[in-house]
């Protein structure tokens, strides 16, 4: 047995036993036909159990497979057949915890996919190189947030809800750089309601996140616009704001 445990391969496969998200960290399957061969081979080995409540453990071509299923996603982790099998449900149960509060709770193959990009984050997270970085979920998945969040990405890299965030954070450094000024001719502002305002936006799209820009979506194209024309104003002119409640 090998002193520091290894993974072969950590897989989330649908329910009829096509990819989600795969990582392998062996040479055992060299091609990408072979890997394949490997998944539909293990589904279909392990479709017709019940792994729903706890994990599994199987043994399949001198590999050891630990799964659990929830919904229509199917989790496993592979190991060498001398590795210890309660580092490997460790390591599935941690995959599969952070999956569950990354996709907040809705464990499904449509919001799985939607989310695809956190979910290789996750893997990222929990093996590199077959070597186990971390297995607790809630580390997992605070690091995959922290990841997803930098405002410092272009917006063009950065999805709706990250863009959002984004140019409230401009919003607000902008506005505390602003001098208030009573004028008769100008346009009052109210601060506080613009930012509750995009803050509503934000907690309303991150209900329902929206992974991937789709420039020909009608509503994703006007909520594009609106952040560019945001951020124009906020960095090329300056604000004359009336707000009674700052006096």
Avoid at 45 to 57: D, G, L, M, V, Y
Avoid at 141 to 146: E, L, N, P, Q
Avoid at 222 to 243: A, D, G, L, N, R
Wanted: some cysteine; charged content about 25%.
């Amino acid at each position: 047995m090998e002193l520091c445990p290894t993974i072969k391969n950590i897989l989330l496969l649908d329910s009829e036993g096509k990819r989600i998200a795969v990582k392998y960290y062996s040479d055992d399957w060299p091609t990408n036909a072979a890997k394949e061969a490997f998944e539909k081979a293990v589904f279909t080995k392990t479709q017709k159990t019940n792994a729903r409540t706890e994990a599994e453990i199987t043994m399949f071509d001198n590999y050891i497979v630990v799964y659990k299923f929830v919904q229509d996603l199917h989790f496993f982790v592979t190991g060498g057949e001398n590795e210890n099998e309660i580092i490997l449900a460790t390591v599935l149960q941690g995959f599969f915890d952070a999956v569950g509060l990354l996709l907040r709770g809705t464990e499904d193959k449509k919001e799985a996919l939607e989310n695809l990009d956190l979910i290789l984050l996750c893997l990222d997270e929990i093996v590199d190189g077959g070597i186990i970085l971390e297995t607790d979920a809630n580390v997992i998945a605070g690091k995959v947030d922290s990841h997803s969040m930098d405002a410092g990405a272009p917006l063009s890299e950065q999805t709706i809800t990250q863009a959002l965030a984004t140019a409230r954070e401009h919003l607000t450094r902008s506005l505390l750089k602003t001098e208030y000024i009573l004028a008769a001719d100008v346009v009052y502002i109210d601060v506080i309601a613009m930012l509750c305002f995009l803050d509503t936006i934000c907690r309303a799209i991150s209900l329902h996140p929206i992974k991937t820009v789709d420039f020909e979506s009608g509503i994703e194209m006007i909520v594009i616009v609106f952040i560019s024309v945001m951020i124009v104003m906020i960095t090329s002119t300056k604000f004359i704001v009336f707000q009674p409640n700052f006096f």
